[in-house]
């Protein structure tokens, strides 16, 4: 068991949590769950032993191992299973097999294990430090967004991985619908104070939306009863027949707990800027499209689709088999081998790639940075953009260059909002997002009235929102004229 007891912690002398007082118990698996900013990777590192506390004390018992999901990389050997292996001890250096059960588990072939993982991809990479991670067998699993880069399978994989797991777990993630199927116990860091419950992430929401609204008419009711008394001390405190009574109310007035009222959340709000497409024509037309970096490796051959006015396509498969080359194709960044690819000339294109987060300005600040889309759009536009992307007043300024994952995607849709469009190619959009952005973004999705092509891995956002699908199974993508749930009753998945 771990005990947190009165834990305080700060930064520029200004209070990131106080006198936190928590415990965990054997066997529980806890989804961690707060706004950005609230402190959730702050306190892992506290867990760690990465940040010191102001205050406080963590008791963690003796010889008890912590294992965390490193997103930093950095390999010593030179084939993945032997980078996996090396986590073992002497004494189970015979359990390599679990690696490799492991391994297979998240998508790597027997050939890949074989392979240097220097020369896979950053997402690739997470997947060998995740492996690493599970094969340890530590008391308490620290996962922080585990699911960023993991395709279907890998995360359906994981997701039975974890509820078999036997030991403590601590999950931060932005799929809701991944925490609620493994944990048995929610802790949510909210304005500032940790409550753990038993129970998923709706039933302690619902908890605490219905305390401040308690709060918040009982704070209401005793401001008019304050205002009431104050006006008759006004009134009454200079007539001698009742000033003893005008003094005794001030000294009561005095004594009452006076109720703040609640600061507002910050919340991700916005929808697409939607320009008009009045052509009963499609907005792009894709014939036999082929495409493939070398002849030994074919991405796509012979894929045929349109897209409609209003469709929402999802694009699904396996990593590293060509989804986001797709959208490159699609969006003309690279060129296609053979085929077609024909763009109405009024379709508008926003574009939010992983590849356009990277290339931010690291130099410039927020507002700079969204500002450089158009430098004629006004001022109170972009300071408008930055404050529904949750970047208001002073905030915008800061620099680009030590912003989080999870900012960096707020600042790349922020410049996507800048310009009306009818057409969005989405890259894994909910990549670093925290919880409600995530779900605001899938609302503004499906709001949208322009069409949408998408690439994504979470299958609660495919059930909701596509109306047809690009598959890439078998080794082969081909376009399904239908949604998720069709598509899993009448074909379903070959790759396993």
């Known amino acids: 068991m771990i005990t947190i007891q009165d834990l305080s912690i700060s930064f520029d002398g200004k209070a990131l949590f106080t006198d936190v007082n928590v415990h965990f118990n054997?066997?529980?698996?806890?989804?961690?769950?707060?706004?950005?900013?609230?402190?959730?990777?702050?306190?892992?590192?506290?867990?760690?032993?990465?940040?010191?506390?102001?205050?406080?004390?963590?008791?963690?018992?003796?010889?008890?191992?912590?294992?965390?999901?490193?997103?930093?990389?950095?390999?010593?050997?030179?084939?993945?299973?032997?980078?996996?292996?090396?986590?073992?001890?002497?004494?189970?250096?015979?359990?390599?097999?679990?690696g490799e059960k492991i391994l297979n588990g998240l998508g790597f072939t027997d050939e890949e294990m074989l392979q240097d993982p220097n020369l896979f991809s950053g997402g690739y990479q997470v997947k060998v430090n995740l492996a690493k991670l599970l094969l340890l067998e530590p008391n308490l699993l620290l996962l922080d967004e585990p699911t960023n880069y993991l395709d279907i399978h890998s995360i359906r994989w994981l997701k039975k991985f974890l509820n078999d797991w036997t030991e403590e777990l601590i999950l931060i993630t932005h799929d809701r619908n991944f925490m609620d199927s493994i944990i048995t116990h929610t802790l949510n860091i909210h304005r500032g104070n940790f409550r753990k419950i038993p129970g998923n992430t709706k039933k302690i929401k619902e908890q605490i939306l219905q305390e401040e609204e308690i709060y918040e008419k009982t704070r209401v009711n005793q401001e008019k009863e304050r205002e009431k008394t104050q006006a008759w001390i006004n009134r009454f405190k200079s007539k001698a027949t009742l000033a003893s009574r005008a003094q005794s109310k001030v000294k009561m007035l005095e004594k009452k707990e006076v109720h703040k009222k609640l600061d507002v959340i910050a919340n991700l709000n916005f929808k697409f800027n939607y320009l008009n497409y009045n052509s009963k024509q499609n907005l792009m037309r894709v014939k036999d499209i082929a495409f493939g970096y070398s002849d030994d490796k074919v991405l796509l051959s012979n894929l045929s689709f349109n897209v409609q006015k209003g469709d929402k396509i999802c694009v699904i498969g396996k990593n590293g088999k060509g989804k986001s080359t797709l959208l490159k194709l699609l969006s003309q960044e690279i060129n296609v081998l053979n085929g077609e690819i024909g763009i109405h000339e009024k379709v508008k294109i926003g574009y939010f790639g992983q590849m356009n987060i990277d290339r931010l300005n690291n130099k410039n600040s927020i507002y700079e940075e969204i500002q450089s889309v158009d430098q004629a759009i006004p001022e109170t536009k972009v300071r408008t953009i930055c404050a529904h992307m949750m970047f208001p007043g002073k905030s915008s300024n800061k620099k680009i260059g030590i912003l989080s994952g999870g900012e960096r995607s707020r600042v790349t849709l922020g410049r996507i909002l800048l310009n009306p469009v009818n057409l969005l190619f989405l890259d894994e959009p909910t990549n670093h997002l925290d919880m409600e952005s995530t779900e605001t973004l899938m609302e503004a999705v499906q709001i949208f009235e322009g069409s949408v092509i998408m690439v994504t891995h979470d299958e609660h956002f495919l059930k909701k929102i596509a109306n047809k699908l690009i598959i890439y199974d078998q080794g082969k993508a081909f376009f399904y004229n239908g949604d998720y749930k069709d598509f899993q009753k009448k074909i379903g998945w070959k790759d396993v």
């Open 26 to 98: 054997q066997k529980e698996k806890v989804g961690l769950i707060g706004r950005n900013g609230s402190g959730k990777s702050t306190f892992l590192k506290l867990l760690l032993k990465q940040l010191e506390a102001d205050n406080g004390e963590i008791k963690i018992p003796r010889n008890y191992q912590i294992g965390y999901l490193e997103q930093h990389i950095k390999f010593n050997h030179k084939t993945i299973i032997d980078e996996v292996a090396s986590v073992l001890p002497e004494e189970r250096i015979y359990e390599t097999w679990k």
